[in-house]
């Protein structure tokens, strides 16, 4: 019997991750009164064989129900390695490894967005229809708009975008100053938006995570400030991701506003049409541009080349088109009462994620942004009863070093148990889930002094590394 001082979630949490753990553990009813306690244990080791990614969904691609499904090389990678599964048209279950890698997402938009004053708040995704009649979109928006009634014939929808409702909330507050201003207000929530052909697995779907910040200034000078601030940290966000995004004019579409831009990233699958000057830094989406038109607009000189691109990001201008409908006012300097300049800023955060693995994979593995990879490091033992079986408890070894050497590693390595497999199978495996640093542990390993091999999943390379020159080159790895 555990001892009765223990929470109940500590108990829960100890038992479910008792089978983790490579070290074998006293089954002694009695607690060892040297045992540290839960937060200074070492972390559990993870081990693939306990990971959730069962068989039977990362054969979906062998299922020809699915396979015609298979529109796009991400949905693909990603169905085959058991990180997503569909659940109907257009929605998915994310699996843990995909959830790991979308929290580590989350962290680094929460960082660019703090960085600038945003501050994170989280809104009812059941939107009443009055707010949208009274903006006029109720109708504009047409079928993309998911509409239901409740059991007293009341009008909502499930918001696939948030203007109304961050702007009644502004109208709600009647004190508000101008010192409070400018005023940065964003969530990270599910949208819903009913695609008529749901398609690319995460890139177009009818249940999706996004970001949307909304800004409130005291002018319009205010507000092109604010507004060319969330750009630049839209560009160091992708920067960090490794990805190359090409800010792009572009529509306000049924958004509104007096200015708006696109984040692209240069992709053949891209559904969208883009005009990008060789010569300056012109680009624009074509449904900007008159359908004749080759020279730059900008520099006069320089060609414009059509290309295609997946919309990660967009950004809008609003001036006062919901914050005059709604009525969102601050005090100004004479405290007299003024009408806010809006603009709204989205980002697609299942649309980063699956559109990275796009642009960035091969066709037979993914590879991740190194920062929002599931796990940075997988260390592979010999198999069981190889001739470098004995290696296997110096992989063991490794890991818990690793953990306790490198505290930004902990959580992030995990252990290959399945030495019934050779190293072949297993490292197929491992180049399909994009580990970005594999680690084979074998005859190398009981040499003295040790080496191992360490394969690079981005660049492609291998090295043999002495423990030190590995623990050199991953006390470099960033994580988040």
Same mark, same amino acid.
């Given at each position: 019997?555990?001892?009765?001082?223990?929470?109940?979630?500590?108990?829960?949490?100890?038992?479910?991750?008792?089978?983790?753990?490579?070290?074998?553990?006293?089954?002694?009813?009695?607690?060892? *009164?040297?045992?540290?306690?839960?937060?200074?244990?070492? +972390?559990?080791?993870?081990?693939?064989?306990?990971?959730?990614?069962?068989?039977? $969904?990362?054969?979906?691609?062998?299922?020809?129900?699915?396979?015609?499904?298979?529109?796009? @090389?991400?949905?693909?990678?990603?169905? +085959?390695?058991?990180?997503?599964?569909?659940?109907?048209?257009?929605?998915?279950?994310?699996?843990?490894?995909?959830?790991?890698?979308?929290?580590?997402?989350?962290?680094?938009?929460?960082? /660019?967005?703090?960085?600038?004053?945003?501050?994170?708040?989280?809104? *009812?995704?059941?939107?009443?229809?009055? !707010?949208?009649?009274?903006?006029?979109?109720?109708?504009?928006?047409?079928?993309?708009?998911?509409?239901?009634? %409740?059991?007293?014939?009341?009008?909502?929808?499930?918001?696939?975008?948030?203007?109304?409702?961050?702007?009644? !909330?502004?109208?709600?507050?009647?004190?508000?100053?101008?010192?409070?201003?400018?005023?940065?207000?964003?969530?990270?929530?599910?949208?819903?938006?009913? /695609?008529? @052909?749901?398609?690319?697995?995460?890139?177009?779907?009818?249940? =999706?995570?996004?970001?949307?910040?909304?800004?409130?200034?005291?002018?319009?000078?205010?507000?092109?400030?604010?507004?060319?601030?969330?750009?630049?940290?839209?560009?160091?966000? =992708?920067?960090?991701?490794?990805?190359?995004?090409?800010?792009?004019?572009?529509?306000?579409?049924?958004?509104?506003?007096?200015?708006?831009?696109?984040?692209?990233?240069?992709?053949?699958?891209?559904?969208?049409?883009?005009?990008?000057?060789?010569?300056?830094?012109?680009?624009?989406?074509?449904?900007?541009?008159?359908?004749?038109?080759?020279?730059?607009?900008?520099?006069?000189?320089?060609?414009?080349?059509?290309? @295609?691109?997946?919309?990660?990001?967009?950004?809008?201008?609003?001036? @006062?088109?919901?914050?005059?409908? =709604?009525?969102?006012?601050?005090?100004?300097?004479?405290?007299?009462?003024?009408?806010?300049?809006?603009?709204?800023?989205?980002?697609?955060?299942?649309?980063?994620?699956?559109?990275?693995? /796009?642009?960035?994979?091969?066709?037979?593995?993914?590879?991740?942004?190194? !920062?929002?990879?599931?796990?940075?490091?997988?260390?592979? *033992?010999?198999?069981?009863?190889?001739?470098?079986?004995?290696?296997?408890?110096?992989?063991?070894?490794?890991?818990?070093?690793?953990?306790?050497?490198?505290?930004?590693?902990?959580? /992030?390595?995990?252990?290959?148990?399945?030495?019934?497999?050779?190293?072949?199978?297993? !490292?197929?495996?491992?180049?399909? $889930?994009?580990?970005?640093?594999?680690?084979?542990?074998? +005859?190398?390993?009981?040499? %003295?002094?040790?080496? =191992?091999?360490?394969?690079?999943?981005?660049?492609?390379?291998?090295?043999?590394?002495?423990?030190?020159?590995?623990? %050199?080159?991953?006390?470099?790895?960033?994580?988040?």
């Amino acid at each position: 019997m555990e001892p009765a001082i223990y929470p109940v979630w500590q108990r829960v949490f100890h038992r479910f991750y008792r089978g983790l753990t490579l070290p074998k553990r006293s089954h002694s009813s009695c607690a060892d *009164p040297a045992t540290p306690s839960p937060s200074r244990r070492s +972390q559990p080791t993870l081990l693939v064989s306990r990971l959730y990614q069962p068989a039977n $969904l990362r054969d979906v691609g062998q299922d020809s129900r699915l396979s015609v499904e298979m529109t796009c @090389k991400s949905q693909r990678l990603m169905q +085959q390695a058991g990180l997503i599964h569909p659940s109907n048209p257009g929605c998915y279950y994310y699996l843990p490894a995909t959830v790991r890698s979308m929290e580590k997402l989350v962290r680094v938009i929460d960082q /660019e967005m703090q960085a600038i004053g945003g501050q994170k708040i989280d809104m *009812p995704s059941l939107c009443s229809a009055d !707010l949208w009649k009274t903006s006029e979109r109720w109708d504009l928006m047409g079928k993309e708009l998911f509409r239901l009634k %409740d059991r007293h014939d009341a009008d909502y929808c499930l918001g696939p975008t948030h203007e109304e409702v961050v702007t009644t !909330l502004i109208a709600h507050q009647a004190n508000l100053s101008y010192k409070q201003l400018p005023l940065l207000l964003y969530q990270i929530t599910r949208k819903f938006r009913d /695609e008529p @052909k749901p398609k690319f697995g995460l890139l177009r779907g009818r249940e =999706f995570y996004m970001k949307d910040m909304y800004s409130f200034d005291v002018s319009e000078e205010a507000a092109y400030q604010t507004y060319e601030s969330v750009c630049q940290a839209y560009t160091q966000l =992708f920067a960090r991701l490794g990805l190359r995004c090409v800010q792009v004019q572009a529509d306000t579409g049924n958004i509104g506003g007096k200015l708006s831009h696109e984040f692209q990233l240069p992709a053949d699958i891209g559904e969208d049409r883009l005009l990008v000057c060789g010569s300056c830094s012109f680009s624009a989406n074509v449904e900007t541009m008159s359908s004749d038109i080759s020279a730059c607009p900008q520099c006069k000189t320089g060609t414009l080349v059509e290309s @295609k691109g997946i919309e990660v990001g967009h950004t809008f201008y609003l001036g @006062k088109k919901y914050s005059h409908i =709604f009525k969102a006012s601050f005090s100004n300097a004479q405290n007299k009462p003024s009408i806010a300049e809006m603009g709204c800023f989205g980002l697609g955060v299942t649309r980063i994620l699956a559109a990275a693995i /796009e642009v960035m994979s091969t066709e037979e593995g993914i590879r991740w942004p190194g !920062l929002i990879a599931p796990y940075q490091v997988c260390v592979l *033992p010999p198999k069981k009863g190889s001739k470098a079986d004995e290696a296997g408890v110096v992989a063991e070894e490794l890991v818990h070093s690793l953990g306790n050497t490198l505290p930004h590693l902990r959580g /992030e390595v995990v252990f290959d148990d399945r030495t019934q497999m050779t190293i072949g199978k297993r !490292l197929k495996d491992a180049s399909r $889930l994009g580990y970005p640093y594999v680690i084979v542990v074998g +005859q190398g390993a009981l040499e %003295d002094p040790p080496t =191992f091999e360490v394969m690079c999943q981005q660049t492609g390379e291998t090295m043999f590394l002495s423990k030190d020159g590995l623990l %050199d080159l991953l006390g470099r790895v960033e994580t988040v």
